[in-house]
């Protein structure tokens, strides 16, 4: 069955260090999203992509970079990790014109 | 001291009842209103969703009603369960957008047994 997958599920880390979150998904999707979900904001788009060497700046982009070299991986990283980076975040991927985004389990982050 | 945004709205409701989930959101323009189910420790599922151009879709013992003019939007769940129990959100899509969507904060729901 298709999937998409999250790595690591948990990751404890240092100010300034670099950070890299994994996404991969087997449904073949051009679109694929990360959010990050904090208590009171709901989910905020970071950045996204519709396909292959394509990335877009969501609303909370700042402090975060994606690259899209293939269509399964979306991974996200943080260049210099920032206690405010604390958060859940969360990968999704949608086919064309569909409405139902297909989310990964998340990641729970903390930066100490 | 502590942000009211911090509370997200709750709603507390006995098996067997019906609950409403109300969702106001700001883009007038935004052609697609979709709900999703968090459980907690896991990613947002997919209920269901409702074009603009409609005010009402059914599924599953669930209905989202839309409301235009007040830009209001809501979800019927019938009979609740325990296995409702969840935060559920509405999404806003723009049909331009590919797929990109603006969440609310969420809800809530409590079933007690």
């Known amino acids: 069955d298709a999937e998409i997958t999250q790595s690591p599920r948990h990751k404890i880390t240092e100010t300034g260090r670099q950070v890299t979150l994994a996404c991969h998904q087997t449904w073949n999707h051009n679109n694929m999203f990360w959010y990050r979900q904090d208590l009171g904001h709901g989910l905020r788009l970071i950045h996204y992509s519709y396909g292959v060497q394509d990335t877009n700046k969501g609303e909370v982009s700042d402090g975060y970079s994606v690259s899209r070299s293939n269509t399964e991986d979306l991974p996200l990283t943080l260049e210099s990790a920032a206690s405010s980076q604390t958060s859940v975040y969360f990968c999704?991927?949608?086919?064309?014109?569909?409405?139902?985004?297909?989310f990964g389990p998340g990641t729970r982050l903390t930066v100490l | 001291g502590e942000s009211v945004g911090l509370h997200l709205p709750t709603l507390s409701v006995q098996e067997g009842d019906n609950s409403i989930i109300n969702c106001a959101y700001s883009n007038s323009a935004s052609d697609y209103f979709i709900w999703y189910k968090q459980e907690s420790g896991k990613g947002p599922q997919f209920i269901i969703d409702i074009r603009s151009n409609m005010d009402k879709r059914q599924g599953q013992r669930v209905t989202v009603l839309l409301n235009k003019t007040v830009k209001h939007l809501s979800l019927q769940i019938a009979a609740t369960q325990p296995g409702d129990s969840a935060v559920y959100f509405c999404a806003e899509k723009l049909g331009t957008s590919y797929g990109k969507l603006t969440f609310g904060q969420g809800t809530i729901l409590t079933v007690h047994p």
């Open positions: 999704a991927s949608t086919g064309e014109g569909d409405n139902e985004q297909f």
